[in-house]
């Protein structure tokens, strides 16, 4: 019902009313009995046009000046009424001062995204080409919010540290044949693989880059493959629409993108999985200033983007250009989308790229106190999200151990990843670091707990777990960049041999490392992530930066489950060791004090003598006691042998224990490791045999005088 008041504004425009608007909340939203509310800010905007297309159609049947009386500040809005909004597409047209030089990127003639639109059409099928003679690429549609059956769920709130952390391209992971899902490369294809997450002993998958995004970016400029085909922007780190799904990872989208995206999150928590999302808000899709305004750019280019004096933009980012975080508009819109995943997708928590970004000032210095952070950190809709910052930026703004946490955030921590390649690859002068690492990096997150690490060994950006252990240098020449993109600093080794190889010493040196890595993640302190298809040995063929490759180097092929199974088995009981090992997800680093009144340290740190460890620079031997004073039956001894022979390590003594042979990476399967909870008694308590380059896993459990018992 609309009030006496607001009568005498009405205003017609063909066959639809206008009304004055509310200024808030920003976008286009549905308002019942009402309308739809339009509201879009711009500073420095003299006037404001909305166009409306039916859908699919190329030009517009309408185009609706906002009236100068209806707008409230710098707030451009109105109610339009009579209008079939699930049949329309629509877009912003903006006049204003048009001097690039003074940082205004104005035309009246350009259509742009409204940057609060929910839904984008215009890439609703994957690599589908467009019509590049349409001179609005990317429209916003309107859909109702809070139009879904959730039937109860919620976030799924485990606590951080016993997450395990999966981290996948939604489009990757079952795009290849050998999935054999319904809907290779979408959100209903990753439910159909719920089961196979479950079994490995997933309880996180953090998903690339799901904002709409244009995978077409790379189009509009020189970059070719050798195989002469266009490269798409595979990854999608580089959003063009924050509130909205991307188009082209549904089934079918035509709008549908949200509600089958819901059907993941929901399935997911079903299954005890909680939903990470790897969020972008350090630069946008609109790259340089020679490539087209999609949005921000041509509606308020100053307020959403940093500047130089003479209106270029500030490449923080690597990616030509950079959101200006802390101004109070963009802040706002940013909170403004945490706060929509979190409460209309249920989303569990985000990783911020590039999060050093966030820290920096509208000049680009950085801030001790960075509004942003400390808003987000704060947030009453955020309480019970996990706030995860990739905390360096690409200008040399290094923050690891530092970010400006508030008690809330969690870090990916580059040096975790760093020191555990070179400790395995025998580097000299590492021990000391692995100690650290081991115990939750307390030299870098004293105060903050353990789960402040998230570590990881490989992840999207970079070598796979199997490539790191295949290849000495990274092979791009496939990204048509002549080898020079990607980074060179990968402390990576080929044992012998560049790239694949059919010498079974190197076949089985490599595998023997992957076990390495995943054995030394999963019994750090910390939060563990592992890359999709780590698990199976996926290889990209040496390519350490697959952001552009939409094929066989970057799809997951699942065949590789049978041909390294060994692998897989590997990774998917020393994942259930992990979850039912209660001392392994200690949320607090280590205090002396924490030990007074028991019998052994919580961690205590050993070399091949108990109770001693060599810190030498030319020392590559390591082992590590874990002990749960809650629980006697519950100590747990890594032993890591680095050095190219094999060494004999003698063991911590027991009180009426006896220690148990979980694992060793130096033997053949199925022998390489057992069952949790079926570990085999060690005949000599008192020494072991550690083969070069290998790790051991011990159990301490009370003694038994059961002569059936298996001795190895």
């Known amino acids: 019902m609309i009030g006496v008041s607001k009568m005498s504004e009405i205003k017609k425009f063909g066959t639809f009313n206008l009304l004055p608007g509310k200024p808030v909340p920003y976008g286009a939203t549905v308002i019942p009995n009402q309308g739809v509310n339009f509201s879009v800010y711009s500073l420095n905007a003299i006037s404001c046009e909305l166009v409306l297309y039916r859908k699919k159609e190329k030009d517009p049947f309408a185009i609706i000046p906002f009236p100068n009386e209806y707008k409230v500040g710098n707030v451009f809005n109105m109610i339009i009424q009579n209008l079939d909004y699930e049949n329309i597409e629509y877009g912003y047209r903006m006049d204003g001062p048009r001097s690039h030089k003074e940082g205004h990127w104005f035309d009246p003639s350009k259509v742009l995204l409204d940057p609060y639109a929910k839904i984008v059409g215009g890439r609703d099928v994957w690599g589908e080409e467009p019509d590049w003679s349409d001179p609005y690429q990317h429209r916003g549609q309107i859909i109702a919010d809070n139009c879904y059956n959730w039937e109860g769920d919620r976030q799924l709130n485990i606590p951080i540290e016993e997450l395990i952390i999966y981290e996948m391209h939604v489009r990757g992971f079952t795009k290849h044949a050998s999935s054999s899902v319904k809907n290779p490369g979408t959100y209903a294809g990753i439910i159909e693989k719920i089961p196979y997450l479950k079994k490995l002993g997933i309880n996180c998958v953090e998903l690339l880059p799901i904002f709409e995004f244009d995978e077409f970016i790379k189009i509009r400029g020189p970059i070719i493959n050798i195989s002469g085909d266009h490269m798409k922007n595979y990854w999608g780190y580089d959003p063009l629409a924050y509130f909205a799904p991307k188009g082209g990872y549904a089934s079918s989208a035509n709008g549908r993108q949200s509600a089958e995206f819901k059907d993941l999150v929901k399935a997911l928590h079903q299954n005890g999985i909680e939903v990470i999302l790897d969020v972008v808000f350090n630069h946008t899709g609109e790259g340089k200033e020679t490539m087209p305004s999609v949005s921000f750019r041509g509606i308020d280019n100053k307020t959403f983007y940093l500047t130089n004096p003479d209106g270029s933009y500030r490449n923080y980012s690597g990616c030509y250009n950079t959101v200006n975080c802390n101004h109070p508009v963009v802040r706002k819109f940013i909170i403004d989308c945490l706060r929509y995943w979190v409460h209309e997708y249920h989303i569990d928590g985000f ?143 080929n044992w012998g041999y560049e790239g694949p190889t059919d010498n079974p010493e190197i076949i089985k040196l490599r595998k023997k490392q992957i076990k390495n890595a995943i054995s030394i993640l999963m019994l750090s302190y910390g939060v563990p992530m592992i890359l999709a298809g780590d698990e199976m040995g996926r290889t990209q063929n040496g390519n350490n930066n697959a952001y552009c490759q939409d094929n066989d180097i970057s799809w997951i092929n699942w065949n590789l489950l049978k041909s390294n199974n060994e692998i897989y088995n590997y990774f998917e009981k020393i994942i259930a060791f992990r979850k039912n090992n209660r001392i392994l997800t200690e949320r607090e680093h280590y205090e002396t004090t924490n030990s007074l009144g028991s019998r052994y340290p919580q961690i205590s740190f050993h070399g091949v003598k108990p109770w001693e460890y060599d810190n030498s620079s030319e020392s590559k031997t390591l082992a590590v006691m874990f002990y749960d004073k809650q629980s006697d039956n519950n100590i747990i001894y890594m032993g890591m042998n680095m050095y190219w022979e094999k060494l004999e390590f003698t063991l911590p003594k027991l009180v009426n224990m006896d220690w148990y042979l979980f694992s060793d990476t130096s033997k053949a399967p199925p022998y390489d490791i057992t069952e949790p909870g079926r570990e085999l008694l060690l005949k000599n308590q008192n020494k072991i045999n550690i083969d070069a380059r290998s790790v051991v896993i011990l159990i301490g459990k009370k003694q038994h005088q059961d002569k059936l018992i298996q001795f190895i």
């Open 351 to 493: 990783r911020f790229d590039l999060a050093s970004i966030m820290c920096r000032d509208q000049d680009g210095t950085p801030l001790g106190n960075p509004p942003l952070v400390e808003a987000i950190s704060y947030d009453p809709v955020l309480k019970n999200t996990k706030l995860i910052a990739e905390a360096w930026d690409a200008a040399g703004l290094y923050q690891v151990g530092g970010f400006p946490s508030y008690g809330r955030w969690s870090e990916w921590n580059g040096k975790y990843r760093d020191d555990l390649r070179r400790f395995l690859k025998g580097d000299s002068g590492f021990v000391e670091a692995m100690v650290y690492r081991i115990q939750g990096s307390p030299d870098l997150y004293k105060g903050r707990g353990t789960h402040a690490s998230i570590n990881f060994v490989t992840c999207h950006d970079g070598f796979t777990l199997m490539d790191l252990f295949s290849y000495f240098s990274k092979h791009n020449m496939a990204n048509g960049e002549n080898n020079m993109d990607g980074s060179n600093d990968n402390h990576s080794w």
